[in-house]
């Protein structure tokens, strides 16, 4: 049964809306005849597969709906498959795999930094002492002395740090009447701690003998004072520096040399080292643990090396892409390139000066960044755990960075005592790997992609694009602007013309074919039902009960 809507009501309304003035359309109701029209035409004229059949107006409705359901199932699926590969893109756009290339790879030896748990020469301790206090000083100096020697982070936040920063004798009342070392704590170590050559003896570089202080400079960690080899960040200038240090001239090694190797001897027998292997642009930090302690029991550290770098074609993506940083992409205030260790380093500072406007002495001086006195040490050891918070500091990985790891520890021969022992560094073995990593999926790589997905599913290419914008604004608003007269008959006709009846039977269509439209329109009334005694309001439509 079929049910057709009010033909008259219908047509006499449209009938007013024709015979409208231009002036009484808005241009919101043309521009959206203008876009219902371009809809049209761009189905009809699209190389987009199937849309065509679903803007023809003499196909069966159920073929049209066929076609709409395969383009919108090809729409989907490439949406999709787009998603996941922009997340690729995103999340894993490079590869890194091995590089055998060894021949032609300047292998460069690292820096090995080694720390003395106790650096305090005693007499120069009793002697500064005498110096700055007189022969009576405070009953704790001696022993912040020490402290600050091997001040780091964790001893900052210790207890006893306490009592020294409010011994009034030692840190002042203020910072007019502090005393020299609560005021310049650099200067103060470097007046206590050994010298090079009260310490090491017997180096060799390479097999050949070298002077210990021509290759071990001093250099202020976070772990205290330490002195290291091949270093480029140890100190320029010191109290007892006997000649100008010339520039750095970073240590390689070569296939042909006799030894791959660094060797030292200490005087001291009655302590440990803590030994740092790592790359001569670093510096040993809270970032790295000691590889060995030296208890002398050891007279060979052999460690192997892992090198990564990064190919210049994955500077097209971003740095969360690729998760590392190119040496010169990010510009340091610690360092003249870019590494993981030289950033962490510089947040830390920046966040000393944020919490409590100065850094700790072991800190290299740099512009804009005040030193701690002994007073200010206070406030570092209330937001130590602030300051050393990895998860404030955003800072990558470099693109080219090397890892040492410690392969095998070669015990004393039993022929030498354990006082004679020496400490060797050396390569367990020449470096023939490297770690390349280079573009996997770059943007072209992307931009073929979406573009046979969307090509496969729906036919779609970049003009494809340039038409649906162009479809939709510019010509659609030249339309609206052109054919105003033009749309407006469209629209009144539009409107005008009868709905089509609205069948509300059961009976599939192609077991009973439709019956054809009347002349009048069907009502169906109850019987012995008077009509309701209400005048229906204009437009209004009458259908079944």
Known sequence: ????????????????????????????????????????????????????????????????????????????????????????????????????????????????????????????????????????????????????????????ATSQANQFLADPALSGTNEEDASQPAKDLKDAVFQIVRHCDSIYYDCEWKGDSEECCDLLMPVFTEMGFCYAFNSKHSEKSWPWQSQAVEQFAEAFIHETDAKWSFMFNSDRKNTTFNIFIHSSEEMAGLEQSAQHTWDRRVDKVSFSVKHTYTTKDARQLSIRQRRCIFADEVRLETSDIYTYSACMRQCRMQRSRKFCKCVPHFYPPLKGYKKCTLRELRCIADHVTEITDVASCPCELGCSHTVYEVEKLSDVDTMRSVENALLETEFVSWPMVRYKREVLFGWVDLLVSFGGIAGLFLGFSLLSGVELLYYFTLRAWCAAVRDAETLQEERAERLAKPKPPHDLSLVPWWRQPPVPRSARPIVVRSKNASPPEYVPPPAYTTYLP
């Open 1 to 156: 049964m079929k049910v057709y809507p009010d033909t008259e009501l219908k047509n006499e309304y449209s009938g007013s809306k024709k015979n409208r003035s231009r002036s009484d359309v808005s241009c919101i109701s043309l521009l959206a005849t203008s876009l219902r029209h371009q809809t049209t035409e761009f189905f009809n004229n699209s190389t987009l597969h199937g849309v065509r059949y679903i803007a023809e107006k003499d196909r069966p409705f159920c073929e049209k709906f066929m076609w709409f359901s395969f383009t919108a199932v090809g729409a989907v699926t490439t949406c999709i498959i787009i998603v996941s590969l922009w997340e690729k893109f995103q999340t894993n756009p490079t590869i890194t795999g091995l590089d055998t290339d060894f021949h032609n790879w300047d292998v460069p030896f690292p820096a090995v930094t080694i720390c003395d748990v106790n650096p305090v020469d005693e007499e120069l301790l009793q002697s500064y002492i005498e110096s700055v206090w007189g022969s009576e000083p405070p009953e704790k100096a001696e022993e912040m002395l020490r402290w600050l020697a091997t001040l780091s982070y964790d001893s900052i």
